[in-house]
């Protein structure tokens, strides 16, 4: 499948996305991240969020790595980061939510 | 933090635990760990906000969807699966084993029946061999090679009870058509009829792998050869029908062996390697 074929997202998808778009994370790490981000509005549980990494696993948008600097907390923990298809779809995401904002400012600046 | 409090949390955490059970084996596999951390580094952090019930009902509420996407998704893996593409091969130990314990199901059920016969002929008047024979070989070679297939095709568990029931089909098989004439001299009556034979004890086998792999109908067809060479023994008048079931037996296994090599590993092998050329 081609990047844009999974197009739209879900804002669960976006938002785990945006989070692994800077630095690869461990599952809680992006659970903290998403909130911080979205300032308290979306708060993933940990069902929510594995099954969306799991897919997305699958689908090869991201991939999975070992701690390379374990301690106790993170021993169990892995760190998942962006594919270059994950980076694909997350830029051509941004580019359609960019549009449709430009899109509806317009709309709205012709109508004031 | 109180006893009846703490107790509450471990039972609510016990309660989580078995939640976590719930998802599929692989899932279970791949991430059970890790997301019983992350509860658990999302209650701790709760607790210190004061929040940890609201915690509770959301990762509750979060793991019930979650649970049921995967075990849904679990399913359908499980059905494209079912056709193995790129499963685990078998490898050498498993053809020679494959040949030998087929072999030795054979001559064992030769033994058996011999010392069950005389049991039998003193209730019931008349027992032939091979009414003795051709179950006890269905029911031991079908173990043997459930034992052996269950590594490669997962759940076959009927495997046992259609071999037995194949190897009933030569006196369905002989109820229903004795009276079949099939021309030219004795011999290639005797192998035409012997390959019939094979094709009808191997049905109810192939009726269980055509679910499981493609292509299942290879398993008829070298069951049908193998009978059919078997039949060639009327060229060598054997005055002894144990050679007769001894050279069954070999050819036999060594046919199904080329059919498990056939269907669990030189197919899937071809049909990966054609997709892969074609992407």
Same mark, same amino acid.
């Given at each position: 499948?081609?990047?844009?074929? &999974?197009?739209?997202? !879900?804002? !669960?998808?976006?938002?785990?996305?945006?989070?692994? /778009?800077?630095?690869?994370?461990?599952? &809680?790490?992006?659970?903290?991240?998403?909130?911080?981000?979205?300032?308290?509005?979306?708060?993933?549980? /940990?069902?929510?969020?594995?099954? /969306?990494?799991?897919?997305?696993?699958?689908?090869?948008?991201? #991939?999975?790595? #070992?701690? #390379?600097?374990?301690?106790?907390?993170?021993? #169990?923990?892995?760190? &998942?980061?962006?594919?270059?298809?994950?980076?694909?779809?997350?830029?051509?995401?941004?580019?359609?939510?960019?549009?449709?904002?430009?899109?509806?400012?317009?709309?709205?600046?012709?109508?004031? | 933090?109180?006893?009846?409090?703490?107790?509450?949390?471990? %039972?609510?955490?016990?309660?989580? @635990?078995?939640?976590?059970?719930?998802?599929?084996?692989?899932?279970?596999?791949?991430?059970?760990? @890790?997301?019983?951390?992350?509860?658990?580094?999302?209650?701790?952090?709760?607790?210190?906000?004061?929040?940890?019930?609201?915690?509770?009902?959301?990762?509750?509420?979060?793991?019930?969807?979650?649970?049921?996407?995967?075990?849904?998704?679990?399913?359908?893996?499980?059905? @494209?699966?079912?056709?193995?593409?790129?499963?685990?091969?078998?490898?050498?130990?498993?053809? %020679?084993?494959?040949?030998?314990?087929?072999?030795?199901?054979?001559?064992?059920?030769?033994?058996?029946?011999?010392?069950?016969?005389?049991?039998?002929?003193?209730?019931? @008047?008349?027992?032939?061999?091979?009414?003795? %024979? +051709?179950? $006890? $070989?269905?029911?031991?070679?079908?173990?043997?090679?459930?034992?052996?297939?269950?590594?490669?095709?997962?759940?076959?568990?009927?495997?046992?009870?259609?071999?037995?029931?194949?190897?009933?089909?030569? +006196?369905?098989?002989?109820?229903?058509?004795?009276?079949?004439?099939?021309?030219?001299?004795?011999?290639?009556?005797?192998?035409?009829?012997?390959?019939?034979?094979?094709?009808?004890?191997?049905?109810?086998?192939?009726?269980?792998?055509?679910?499981?792999?493609?292509?299942?109908?290879?398993?008829?067809?070298?069951?049908?050869?193998?009978?059919?060479?078997?039949?060639?023994?009327?060229?060598?008048?054997?005055?002894? %029908?144990?050679?007769?079931?001894?050279?069954?037996?070999?050819?036999?296994?060594?046919?199904?062996?080329?059919?498990?090599?056939?269907?669990?590993?030189?197919?899937?092998?071809?049909?990966?390697?054609?997709?892969?050329?074609?992407?």
């Amino acid at each position: 499948m081609e990047a844009q074929d &999974y197009l739209p997202l !879900t804002e !669960t998808s976006f938002f785990i996305l945006l989070s692994l /778009a800077t630095t690869p994370k461990h599952g &809680y790490g992006i659970i903290k991240d998403v909130e911080l981000m979205s300032t308290g509005r979306v708060v993933l549980a /940990a069902g929510t969020l594995y099954t /969306a990494l799991r897919r997305m696993l699958e689908d090869g948008w991201i #991939e999975r790595l #070992e701690d #390379e600097n374990p301690n106790q907390e993170s021993r #169990e923990r892995k760190l &998942y980061m962006l594919s270059d298809l994950g980076r694909q779809i997350f830029q051509l995401e941004t580019k359609r939510l960019q549009s449709m904002v430009r899109l509806t400012r317009t709309r709205l600046n012709e109508r004031q | 933090m109180d006893n009846f409090e703490w107790h509450i949390r471990s %039972l609510v955490l016990r309660f989580i @635990e078995s939640l976590l059970k719930l998802y599929p084996p692989r899932f279970r596999h791949e991430f059970y760990s @890790e997301i019983q951390k992350v509860i658990l580094c999302r209650l701790r952090d709760a607790e210190q906000t004061g929040q940890w019930p609201c915690a509770v009902v959301h990762e509750i509420a979060g793991l019930v969807p979650s649970i049921i996407q995967e075990r849904w998704h679990d399913l359908g893996f499980r059905k @494209e699966t079912m056709m193995i593409i790129a499963n685990e091969k078998p490898g050498w130990f498993f053809y %020679l084993g494959w040949v030998a314990l087929n072999a030795i199901a054979v001559i064992m059920a030769w033994y058996i029946t011999w010392a069950i016969m005389p049991l039998v002929t003193e209730r019931g @008047e008349g027992t032939r061999l091979l009414d003795l %024979l +051709f179950p $006890i $070989i269905g029911l031991l070679t079908g173990i043997l090679q459930y034992i052996l297939l269950r590594r490669y095709l997962p759940h076959m568990g009927w495997w046992i009870a259609a071999t037995f029931l194949g190897w009933l089909m030569p +006196f369905v098989w002989f109820f229903i058509f004795s009276r079949v004439v099939i021309p030219g001299s004795s011999t290639v009556r005797i192998v035409l009829g012997m390959s019939v034979l094979g094709t009808t004890v191997a049905l109810p086998q192939w009726w269980l792998l055509r679910k499981r792999v493609q292509h299942a109908w290879w398993w008829v067809l070298f069951f049908g050869l193998a009978w059919g060479m078997v039949g060639l023994y009327d060229l060598w008048n054997p005055p002894d %029908l144990f050679p007769v079931l001894l050279g069954f037996a070999v050819v036999l296994a060594i046919a199904t062996s080329i059919a498990c090599w056939l269907l669990l590993d030189r197919l899937p092998n071809h049909e990966l390697s054609s997709r892969t050329s074609s992407q």
